[in-house]
């Protein structure tokens, strides 16, 4: 199956990016990441942000890359308090799986 994710981060936005992008990696082997773009922040008052896209091919069902993207989400701090105070360390989210859009890209 393939999918489609993107990251974005409004704080230590390069470090949080290249930490994600590779403990993305070590999870799904065969990722590939756009060129990182800087982004003005949409919906809240913030820093730019630095999106990417990442696509691989999975076996795994949605809810596991969903669980997976949540979980470095958490490793890295990041909460729906953070967010609600503009504070993005790392947003994955899933944009695609196979022929299902999940949800927009809203940066591109």
Not at 20 to 46: C, H
Not at 57 to 77: A, C, M, R, S
Request: overall charge negative; glycine content about 6%; some cysteine.
């Amino acid at each position: 199956m393939k999918v489609i994710i993107t990251l974005g981060s409004n704080q230590n936005q390069e470090e949080n990016i290249s930490k994600s992008q590779k403990r993305l990696r070590e999870i799904f082997g065969n990722i590939l990441f756009s060129e990182p773009k800087w982004t003005d922040a949409i919906g809240i008052v913030s820093d730019k942000f630095l999106n990417c896209i990442g696509t691989f091919e999975t076996f795994y069902p949605q809810n596991v890359i969903e669980h997976y993207l949540k979980q470095i989400e958490t490793e890295f701090g990041d909460s729906h308090e953070n967010h609600k105070k503009g504070l993005v360390l790392i947003d994955l989210d899933l944009i695609k799986y196979g022929n299902k859009t999940i949800r927009e890209v809203i940066w591109l």
